[in-house]
C-alpha cells in the first residue's frame, strides 16, 4: 500500500520527487568532494585504478544500453526501450557508488601530463563531461519518473518523450566523453599525483 501511494504521489508531482532525488544526488557528490560525508574507506592508488577500470566499463556499457533504448523506441518497442533505460540507469546508481568511493576514498587525483593540443583537448572533453553530468540529472530522474509512474499511452500526454530525448543525448554525450578523457589519462598519455 505504501508503494502506491508512493507512487500515486510521484505521479501526482513529478517536479517535486525529480527536485528532490536531484537535490539527494547533489548533496553527495559536493558532500563527498568537500570531505564531509567521512563514510568511505581509505584506499591506495592501485585501488582508484581499479575503480577508475571499472567506471569506464559501466559508463561504456550504459552508453550501449542508452543508444539501444533510443533505437528501440524508435521502432516501437516499448519493453525493450523500458528494460535498456532502467538497465542505463541502474549501472549508473553503480557508477556513482564506484565515483564517489574513488572520490572519497583520499586515494589520490590523478592529473594528465601531456602538453599542447591533446592537453587542452583534455580539458575541454572534461569540462563537458562534467557540465553535461551535472545538468543531465534532473532531465534523467524526471524522464524517468515519468517513465515509471504513467503507461505507455499515458506517456503521450507528457512531456517524456521530449525530456527524454534531451536526457539521453545528453548522457550519452557525457558517458562517451567520460570515457575518451579515462583513456587519454590512463591509457595515452601519463599522470601524476600532485603533492
Known sequence: MATANARQRARESPVKVTAVLSAIGYVLVLGT????IPIYPDISIETVNLLS??????????????????????????KKHRAAMLTAFGLIIVFLV?????????????????????????????AIHIVL???????VLFAL???LTHTPT?????????????AASAWIVSLVLGVVTYVMLNHIYHWEIPA
Request: hydrophobic share 50%.
Open 98 to 126: 564506484l565515483y564517489l568511493t574513488k572520490v572519497g576514498g583520499a586515494g589520490g587525483e590523478k592529473h594528465i601530463l601531456v602538453d599542447g593540443f591533446p592537453y587542452y583537448a583534455y580539458l575541454i572533453m572534461l
Open 154 to 166: 499515458e506517456l503521450k500526454g507528457t512531456a517524456h518523450a521530449k525530456i527524454g530525448r534531451i
Open 145 to 147: 519518473v515519468l517513465g
Open 33 to 36: 568532494f568537500a570531505g564531509v
Open 53 to 78: 577500470d571499472a567506471i569506464a566499463v559501466v559508463n561504456s556499457v550504459a552508453t550501449v544500453s542508452l543508444v539501444l533504448g533510443w533505437y528501440w523506441i524508435r521502432k516501437g518497442q516499448i
Open 133 to 139: 553530468s551535472v545538468v543531465s540529472v534532473p532531465v
